[in-house]
């Protein structure tokens, strides 16, 4: 079963700041956040290990609580670069060195 | 110079043709993956190798059959193409078994007509 993504798209003007959930039936070892712009393939942003762990770099970061099985990437004064889908990846306890990706939200920024 | 290329990056055939895709990284990593993503860009694992070794075989049809002949090579042959097989297949390597970055080529769209 892969990870369920929400919102499956949403809209931004520039500036403005998004959140996306990844949710997971099962228990989790890491989370991983992937982005892809149309035509090319998925670019890693980042991969969190600890439950409550949170990452980032500029204005993307993440948060991962591995009792609720969920992780929540943030996404800061949007840019028009950060229009793509993202897809988060999840490793789950028991079957470690499988990357299962989500659903997919698809983010487009405006000006 | 590319870190993972693949070959060739648009297929067009007929059904019940065969195919190949092939995939090569020069990042030194020991781990490479085949990932379909199909029309509503799901990214689905197909399979994973590590030195040349088989570890996930993700329920994939027995067309499928994947094959590294070293570490950074790993090939896909697709017998009997169906029309449920267009989709964009993605190589990906990371540098091992417990997958940290995954490192994507660029893809191959299949269309099967």
């Known amino acids: 079963q892969q990870p369920v993504q929400s919102p499956q798209a949403v809209i931004l003007r520039e500036g403005e700041d998004a959140v996306i959930n990844c949710s997971s039936s099962?228990?989790?070892?890491?989370v991983h956040w992937y982005r892809q712009k149309h035509g090319e393939a998925p670019v890693f942003l980042m991969i969190?290990?600890?439950?409550?762990e949170q990452k980032g770099h500029e204005k993307i970061s993440a948060s991962f609580n591995e009792k609720k099985q969920q992780s929540s990437l943030y996404l800061t004064a949007s840019q028009l670069s950060y229009s793509g889908t993202y897809f988060c990846g999840t490793e789950s306890t028991g079957t470690a060195s499988k990357l299962t990706f989500g659903t997919g939200t698809r983010l487009q920024v405006t000006l | 110079d590319t870190a993972v290329s693949q070959t060739p990056k648009y297929l067009v055939t007929q059904m019940g043709n065969d195919k190949s895709i092939k995939c090569e990284q020069n990042?030194?990593?020991?781990?490479m993956y085949w990932y379909k993503q199909d029309s509503k860009k799901f990214l689905k694992i197909m399979f994973s190798?590590?030195?040349?070794?088989?570890?996930i075989n993700e329920t994939v049809p027995n067309r499928f059959s994947p094959k590294s002949p070293d570490k950074a090579h790993l090939n896909l042959h697709i017998n009997s193409l169906e029309l449920g097989d267009s989709a964009v297949y993605f190589c990906a390597s990371s540098p091992a078994l417990v997958p940290g970055e995954l490192f994507f080529g660029e893809g191959s769209r299949l269309t099967v007509l």
């Open positions: 969190l290990l600890k439950g409550g």
């Open positions: 099962k228990a989790l070892y890491s």
């Open positions: 190798y590590n030195n040349k070794e088989l570890i």
């Open positions: 990042l030194g990593h020991d781990t």
